[in-house]
C-alpha cells in the first residue's frame, strides 16, 4: 500500500461511527451485513449510515453488493490488511519485536502513549 490510500483509510476511520461500523463489519465476516441491520446494530440514523458507508468504500475499506432490494456491506479484508501491513512495515528497524507484556502496556496507557 502507498501512502495516500493508508492516509484515506486512516482518514475514514478516524470518525466514531465510521470505525464502529467498520469493526462491526470485521466481526460479520465475508457475508457483510444490511446497511439496515449495521444502522440498528450501532443505533445510527439511516441517512448518516448511508454517509458513513460511502466514506468507507469510497477509501476501499468495504465493500457494497446488491442482495435484491437490499445492499450488504462488508469489510474489503485485503484492503485492511494491505494497511496493517504498511503500518507495520520495517517494524523495530527489521529486528524482531518483543511482545508488549501487560506491565509496559498498562504503562503505556497510562502515559497516553498507546
Do not use: W
Not at 90 to 97: F, I, Q, R, S, V
Not at 101 to 111: F, K, V
Amino acid at each position: 500500500m502507498d501512502t495516500k490510500p493508508a492516509i484515506a483509510a486512516l482518514a475514514a476511520l478516524a470518525q466514531e461511527s465510521r470505525l464502529a461500523a467498520y469493526r462491526l463489519l470485521v466481526q460479520a465476516g465475508p457475508a457483510g451485513l444490511p446497511a439496515t441491520k449495521i444502522a440498528e446494530l450501532l443505533n445510527v440514523p439511516p441517512s448518516s449510515l448511508s454517509f458513513h458507508l460511502k466514506e468507507l468504500s469510497h477509501a476501499g475499506l468495504v465493500v457494497p453488493r446488491q442482495d435484491g432490494r437490499f445492499i450488504i456491506y462488508s469489510a474489503n479484508f485485503d484492503t485492511m490488511n494491505a494497511l496493517l501491513g504498511f503500518l507495520t512495515d520495517n517494524c523495530c528497524g527489521g529486528n524482531p519485536c518483543a511482545p508488549a507484556t501487560s506491565a509496559s502496556r498498562n504503562s503505556a496507557i497510562t502515559r497516553g502513549t498507546n
